[in-house]
């Protein structure tokens, strides 16, 4: 079944450690996002990429980077974890980022990586 | 600027009971998208349904149903014959068509459905 996967589940890393969580998607698309999601509150866009162009959010904090090295992966790197980073963070993936039918720009979410700063 | 609320943190019915979902937004584009997703206890965000600024048919689907009406800025979302699967919290989002896909989420609804 055509998917995203996002690896590991469960991430544990220290305060200040650098930790990288990835996400890897069968579906083909064009474009991938990455979000953050704290306890109990609604998933906050990071930053996404259109094929290779890399967009961020103008209020995403430099501590968070991205990579995306062909269309499958898409890695969400943070340089120095703070204990305020502790969080889910989920990738979607979407064909187009806007379009005119629910084929093109509906995003579709892995299972999230759930980060535990120590 | 855009916005999407809803208003009920958390609901808690009883199997086989129907239940309504409020999603209220605000836009000054013309052309958006609306969206609901569910999310289970295992985190993973799951699509339910779409709709364009344009279509404002309300649609069904099995036990689900959807009120989109412009006039009032709301996308309600409505569980006939609630379940205990549909335990979850749901998210309304907002997406405008020249902001590169952006979701704009409330902050979510959680349904709890007992036996």
């Known amino acids: 079944d055509a998917m995203v996967i996002q690896n590991p589940r469960y991430q544990v890393t220290q305060f200040g450690k650098p930790v990288t969580l990835s996400c890897s998607q069968t579906l083909n698309h064009n474009v991938m996002y990455w979000y953050q999601q704290k306890s109990s509150q609604a998933p906050k866009l990071l930053f996404h990429?259109?094929?290779?162009?890399?967009?961020n959010e103008a209020d995403t904090p430099d501590n968070f980077q991205s990579r995306r090295p062909n269309t499958s992966f898409c890695f969400l790197d943070i340089r120095s974890p703070g204990l305020g980073d502790a969080a889910m963070y989920l990738c979607a993936t979407s064909r187009f980022p806007s379009g005119t039918s629910a084929s093109t720009d509906t995003q579709y979410f892995g299972p999230g990586t759930r980060l535990t700063v120590l | 600027a855009q916005k999407v609320t809803q208003a009920q943190t958390e609901i808690s019915v009883v199997e086989k009971e129907d239940v309504t979902l409020d999603c209220v937004y605000e836009?000054?584009?013309?052309?958006?998208?609306l969206f609901w997703y569910k999310q289970p206890p295992s985190g993973e965000l799951v699509f339910l349904i779409r709709?364009?600024?344009?279509?404002?048919q309300n649609e069904i689907s099995g036990r689900y149903s959807w009120n989109f009406q412009k006039s009032t800025s709301s996308f309600n979302f409505t569980i006939t014959a609630s379940q205990v699967v549909d335990s979850a919290v749901y998210f309304c989002?907002?997406?405008?068509?020249?902001?590169?896909?952006?979701?704009?989420f409330g902050q979510g609804t959680e349904l709890s459905v007992k036996p």
């Open positions: 836009t000054r584009d013309t052309t958006y998208y």
């Open positions: 989002a907002l997406s405008e068509a020249n902001q590169g896909g952006k979701l704009i």
């Open positions: 990429y259109y094929d290779k162009d890399f967009n």
């Open positions: 709709r364009n600024s344009f279509d404002e």
